[in-house]
């Protein structure tokens, strides 16, 4: 029982601080990876390529497999609920305000902090992930992917989907390391 309350305070917690999208989720979940040993962060890197590919946002996605493995089902259900309940609840208070402070020259200024703070928290994740999850295998598949997406203007989810294909054989054949 007292694992369901850290769950739902923990997502919930990632839900109300993290701004700027799904992969704005991303350093609250290291820290959680750290911190409480639910998951390891090969785990979490897992859940991330495998919430980029499903329908659905990532932040939401992830909070449910992370759930899911550390507690079953029940735990996927209150991660997500928990980690959705503070955008929804300040999705109706802002709905009710809008009118009221949509030219209000503070709140214009607190958004506009935001968004260089959540790239710089994504950027800090992106690196720590290119540097715990390199391998050679992910290096040559980035560095061919890359060099074709600039010289063929190609739909992204071919790249998508041969990156999926190349996972699913490298995982298959135990190639990643």
């Known amino acids: ?26 350093p609250f979940l290291y820290h959680i990876a750290d911190v409480q ?21 990532i932040g939401v996605n992830v909070a449910t497999f992370a759930g899911f493995t550390t507690a079953g089902i029940t735990g996927a259900f209150i991660a997500t609920m928990a980690v959705i309940l503070p955008s929804f609840i300040i999705v109706i208070i802002i709905s009710k305000l809008l009118e009221q402070f949509k030219h209000n020259k503070y709140i214009r200024s607190v958004i506009y902090t935001l968004k260089p703070a959540g790239c710089g928290l994504l950027a800090a994740v992106g690196v720590d992930m290119f540097i715990n999850c390199i391998n050679l295998l992910g290096m040559l598949l980035l560095v061919t992917l890359f060099i074709m997406s600039m010289t063929e203007k190609r739909d992204p989810l071919v790249y998508l989907g041969v990156s999926a294909i190349v996972g699913l054989i490298a995982g298959f054949f135990n190639l990643t390391g």
Do not use: V
């Open 1 to 26: 029982m007292i694992i369901y309350l850290k769950l739902f305070l923990e997502f919930f917690h990632i839900g109300l601080f993290s701004f700027g999208g799904g992969y704005a989720t991303l």
């Open 37 to 57: 040993k639910w998951y390891t962060t090969k785990q979490l890197s897992d859940m991330i390529a495998i919430s980029s590919i499903t329908p659905g946002p």
